[in-house]
C-alpha cells in the first residue's frame, strides 16, 4: 500500500509505502511515518548475560508489574546467556525483574534480585550470590 | 528533415578559399557540399558613383575614389571587375545578405564577404562570385543585381552549381572564419554567428558526425557558446551519431580537446538565454560519446566547465580533466554564467560525468551573482581522481538571486571520507536551494551543519536552504532552512538513538537537529518546525479507543542544559473521533522545566560531548480517533550558537 505525499517540499512529492508492521518507520518525501507500536509489539531483541551465576541456580525473569515469565530455567554453567525480546519503548512488558535463586539443593545460596529496563541491544550482569550458610 | 554536421569535413575557413571549393554546407545532406557559382561579363559596363551592385541584398555603391566599407571605384570594364572584386571581398564590409532570395527564409544574414567570394576570371573583364558554402538552394534564384551601369543591361544573375551537404564547423577553432575574419570560436552550429547557409530551426534534429578530436589552441581561453535556438515548445536536438548515420566502426566517441602550454586555459561549454537545445551523445559502457577534456601531462592547471544560464540539456556529456595531480591541476565544474533564467527553463545535465584530479572544491556552483538560475543534475557521477585529502565545499552557494540547483539520483566517487557538500556559514541571503533527491554521496559524508547564513532567514521551506531525501537505504535526509535550522537523520554519523527502528526493523534511527545562530530568526514565538513525523494510531480491535498520553523522548546538547518547555515543544495534530482535527501545542510560556528520562539511550556520549536524556508527555484532551494519523512536529525555540549542539529526538513518540 502505498500513500502520495506532497507534504512540506513539493520537490520532493512522491510515493511512500506504508510500513508492513507496527513500530516501523518508512522515511520519504520529508515524512516519517509509522504505525503505533501496541504495548506488547516486540521491537527487537535483547541479549541479556549473567556471569558468576552458581550452577543449579533458577534464573527467573518475569515484568516488574508480575504479569508475565520472559524466562524461567536452571542455569547449566556460571555464565547463562539469555535472549529475550524487548517492546515498544514506554511498554512496561520491558521493565524486568531478575531472579536468581539456589534453595533446592546443596550448596544452597541466597536469593539473588535485582531489575532493568531493557532496550534493544545486550547487557552483563556480575551475580553475587551469597551462600546460604544456615538452609545449607 | 533531420541535418547533419561534420565537422571538418572543409578544408579550410580561411579568407581566401580555392575557387569552387566548398567552406560550409547547408547542413541538409550527409555528404560535402559544392559551391554555387556565377560568371559576369562586364565588358561593356562602365560605373559611376551612385550605381550599386546587390548580392543577396548586400548592396555595394559605386564612389568616384578611395572607396571604403560597402563600396566600389567607379570604372569600366576590367578596372570595374577589379574594383567589384576588392569590395566584395573588402573585411571591412558591414552589409549582410538578407535570407529572403533563399528558398529558405530562416537562414541567417551573414555579411556579404562571409557568404561569398569574388575573383577576376579569364578574360579579365568577367568577374566571378562563389558562394563560400555550398547549397542548392543557391541556385536558379536571381540574387545579383545592378543599377546606374552604363553600356548595358547588367541582371539580375543567378548562381548554378550549388550542391547542398552537411555543415562543417561545430566552431572555428584555430583560425578566423571567412571574408570578415570572425573571431576563432565565433562561427559554427555551436557559436554565436550560426552557419552562413540552411537554418537550424526549432525542432530540427541535427546529426553530428562523431570518431574525431577537436582540438583547441593551446594557449587561449575558449567559450563554446551556442546561440539563440528553438524554442521552449519545439527544442533543437544535437545528437552525436554512433555510427548509425555515418559508419565509424565501434563505439565512436566525439572529444573536444584542449592541450595547454602553460596554467590558467580551459574552455566553457554554455548558451545564451534563448538556447532551446538538447546535445545528445550516446553512453557505451565504456563511457560517454561526447567528452571534453582538459588535458596535460605537465601539470598545468586549467579547466573545461559547463555552464548554468542558457535553457539547454546536455545529456551523457563528459567533462574531463585526465591525470593524476602531479600531472595535471584541471578541473571540471559546472559554473554559472551572465545569462538569467526565468521560471520555465532550466539547463539540466544527464548522465554526465564531471572528473578531475585531486579535490577541488566549488565544482557545482549554483549560480553568479546578479542572475537567476535553475540547474538540474540527474544520473551525474562527481568523480574525483587521485584525491588526497577531503574536500572542503563541493557546492558553491551563492547569497543573492534566485538560484536552484536540483542533484537527482547523482553519485560522488573518488572522495576522502569526511569530505564536506557545502562550507560551513556560508552566505545564503537570496533565494538560494539546493535540492538532493536520491544521490550517493560516497565519502562526501559531511552534509551539515552548514549554518547557512541568512540575516532574514528562510521565511518557507524550500525557498532557501539545503534539502535532501533519499527513497533507497537507510533514507537519510537534510533539512536545512538558511539561518533558521539544519535536520538530518544521517546514518553514517552513528548517533546514539533509543526506540525508533527503520522498515527493516532492526536499524535504529533518530534525528538531529540545531537551530540557527542568526537573531531574529528563531524565536519564542516564531519556532522553527522540523519535518512531520507520522503515527497511525492501531484499530479499535488492537488498542480501544481512547484518551492518549504522547510521549517524546530526547537528548539535549549538555551546553543547552538551561532549555525548558519554552525552547522545545510538539505540535500534535489528530483526529477525534467524531472526525474533528483537534491539535495541541505544549509550548509553555511560562518556561516549565524539561522532564528528565530514565531512558536508555544507546549512548549519551558522543562526539565528545555529554547528552542528557529529556522527555516530555502531553495528554490529549479527547479521544483520538482510532485508526487515524497522528503528526507531530518538533518545534525548536531557540537559537544555538554552535552547530554540534542541538537535540537528538527518537522519531518513535510513545503513545500510550
Known amino acids: 500500500m502505498n500513500a502520495m505525499f506532497f507534504d512540506g517540499l513539493v520537490q520532493f512529492a512522491g510515493t511512500l509505502g506504508y510500513p508492513a508492521e507496527r513500530g516501523r518507520f518508512a522515511i520519504g518525501n520529508m515524512v516519517s511515518l509509522a504505525k503505533q507500536s501496541l504495548p506488547n509489539d ?79 541491544g545486550s547487557s552483563s550482569i556480575f551475580v553475587s550470590q551469597v551462600p546460604d550458610t544456615i538452609a545449607s | 528533415m533531420p541535418k547533419y554536421v561534420d565537422h571538418g569535413l572543409y578544408a579550410s575557413h580561411a579568407a581566401s578559399p580555392t575557387w569552387g571549393a566548398a567552406q560550409d554546407g547547408d547542413g541538409s545532406a550527409i555528404g560535402a557540399a559544392t559551391s554555387a557559382t556565377v560568371s559576369i561579363d562586364l565588358s561593356a559596363a562602365t560605373a559611376a558613383a551612385g550605381a550599386t551592385f546587390v548580392i543577396m541584398g548586400a548592396t555595394l555603391t559605386c564612389v568616384a575614389s578611395a572607396a571604403a566599407a560597402n563600396q566600389f571605384n567607379a570604372g569600366a570594364g576590367a578596372t570595374l571587375v577589379a574594383n567589384l572584386v576588392t569590395a566584395i571581398n573588402r573585411s571591412t564590409n558591414t552589409r549582410t545578405c538578407i535570407a529572403a532570395p533563399h528558398n529558405g527564409t530562416s537562414w541567417t544574414t551573414p555579411k556579404v564577404q562571409d557568404t561569398v567570394f569574388a575573383r577576376i576570371g579569364t578574360p579579365t573583364t568577367t568577374l566571378q562570385i562563389m558562394t563560400r558554402a555550398g547549397s542548392a538552394d543557391y541556385n536558379a534564384v536571381g540574387t545579383i543585381s545592378t543599377s546606374g551601369l552604363t553600356g548595358g543591361t547588367f541582371g539580375p544573375y543567378t548562381f548554378s552549381g550549388g550542391v547542398s551537404g552537411a555543415w562543417g564547423w561545430l566552431f572555428n577553432p584555430s583560425a578566423t572564419a571567412f571574408g570578415s575574419a570572425i573571431a576563432v570560436m565565433g562561427y559554427g552550429v555551436w557559436e554565436q554567428q550560426k552557419p552562413i547557409a540552411g537554418a537550424i530551426a526549432a525542432g530540427d534534429l541535427v546529426n553530428i558526425r562523431s570518431n574525431k578530436t577537436v582540438t583547441l589552441l593551446s594557449a587561449s581561453l575558449y567559450t563554446i557558446n551556442l546561440s539563440a535556438m528553438g524554442s521552449p ?138 542572475y537567476n538560475f535553475r540547474c538540474e543534475l540527474i544520473d551525474c557521477e562527481i568523480k574525483a581522481n587521485d584525491a588526497a585529502a577531503a574536500a572542503t565545499s563541493l557546492v558553491a552557494i551563492h547569497n543573492n538571486n534566485t538560484h536552484r540547483l536540483v542533484l537527482d539520483s547523482c553519485k560522488f566517487t573518488g572522495f576522502v571520507p569526511g569530505s564536506r557538500l557545502i ?186 560531548q555529554t547528552w542528557l536524556p529529556k522527555t516530555f508527555s502531553v495528554v490529549t484532551p479527547t479521544s483520538v480517533k482510532a485508526g487515524s494519523e497522528i503528526s507531530i512536529y518538533v518545534r525548536l525555540h531557540s537559537t544555538v550558537t554552535n552547530e554540534t549542539w542541538g537535540v537528538i529526538i527518537d522519531p518513535e513518540i510513545i503513545v500510550t
Not at chain 2, 243 to 262: C, F, H
Not at chain 2, 278 to 304: C, D, M, Q, R
Not at chain 2, 351 to 363: M, Y
Open chain 2, 423 to 608: 562550507a560551513s556559514a556560508t552566505a545564503a541571503t537570496g533565494n538560494d536551494t539546493l535540492f538532493v533527491r536520491n544521490c550517493d554521496f560516497g565519502n562526501v559524508n559531511v552534509l551539515g551543519p552548514n549554518l547557512l547564513t541568512s540575516p532574514i532567514g528562510e521565511f518557507d521551506a524550500g525557498m532557501c536552504g539545503f534539502f535532501a531525501t533519499s527513497q533507497y537505504g537507510t533514507r537519510d535526509f537534510v533539512y536545512e532552512r538558511a539561518g533558521r535550522l539544519y535536520a538530518e537523520w544521517n546514518y553514517s554519523k552513528g548517533r546514539p538513538y533509543l526506540n525508533a527502528r527503520l522498515n527493516d526493523g532492526t536499524t535504529p534511527w533518530s534525528i538531529f537537529a540545531v537551530t540557527a545562530n542568526t537573531a531574529l530568526c528563531v524565536s519564542k514565538l516564531c519556532p522553527v518546525e522540523l519535518p512531520r513525523i507520522s503515527k497511525i494510531i492501531p484499530e479499535n480491535v488492537d488498542l480501544a479507543e481512547g484518551v492518549r498520553t504522547l510521549t517524546l523522548n530526547f537528548l539535549l546538547e549538555s551546553n543547552l542544559a538551561a532549555w525548558t518547555k519554552q525552547d522545545i515543544s510538539v505540535l500534535v495534530e489528530y483526529q477525534a473521533p467524531d472526525g474533528t482535527v483537534e491539535t495541541l501545542n505544549s509550548y509553555d510560556s511560562n518556561a516549565g522545566a524539561l522532564s528528565t528520562s530514565g531512558a536508555s539511550w544507546s549512548a549519551t556520549s558522543w562526539n565528545a
Open chain 2, 233 to 370: 515548445d519545439s527544442p533543437v536536438k544535437f545528437v552525436i551519431d554512433d555510427s548509425t548515420v555515418w559508419a565509424d566502426g565501434a563505439n565512436p566517441v566525439l572529444r573536444i580537446r584542449q592541450t595547454p602550454t602553460s596554467n590558467g586555459y580551459g574552455f566553457t561549454l554554455t548558451g545564451v538565454t534563448a538556447t532551446h537545445a538538447h546535445i545528445k551523445a550516446p553512453k557505451y559502457t565504456s563511457g560517454n560519446g561526447f567528452i571534453l577534456e582538459f588535458v596535460t601531462t605537465a601539470g598545468y592547471s586549467g579547466f573545461v566547465n559547463g555552464a548554468i544560464g542558457c535553457p539547454a540539456t546536455f545529456e551523457n556529456l563528459t567533462f574531463s580533466a585526465p591525470g593524476t595531480r602531479a600531472q595535471s591541476l584541471g578541473s571540471a565544474s559546472i559554473v554559472g554564467s551572465t545569462y538569467s533564467m526565468t521560471a520555465d527553463k532550466v539547463t539540466r545535465y544527464i548522465g554526465c560525468l564531471l572528473e578531475w584530479p585531486g579535490q577541488q572544491n566549488a565544482t557545482l556552483q549554483m549560480g553568479n551573482g546578479g
Open chain 1, 42 to 120: 516486540p521491537i527487537g531483541t535483547h541479549t541479556l548475560t549473567l556471569t558468576n551465576v552458581v550452577v543449579g541456580s533458577r534464573v527467573f525473569i518475569r515484568d516488574q508489574a508480575n504479569t508475565t515469565t520472559h524466562y524461567d530455567q536452571i542455569a547449566g554453567a556460571s555464565t547463562v546467556v539469555i535472549p529475550l525480546q524487548v517492546y515498544v519503548g514506554g511498554s512496561p512488558l520491558n521493565n524486568w525483574s531478575i531472579k536468581v535463586r539456589k534453595s533446592s539443593a546443596a550448596p544452597k545460596q541466597l536469593p539473588y534480585e535485582t531489575s532493568m529496563t531493557a532496550t534493544a
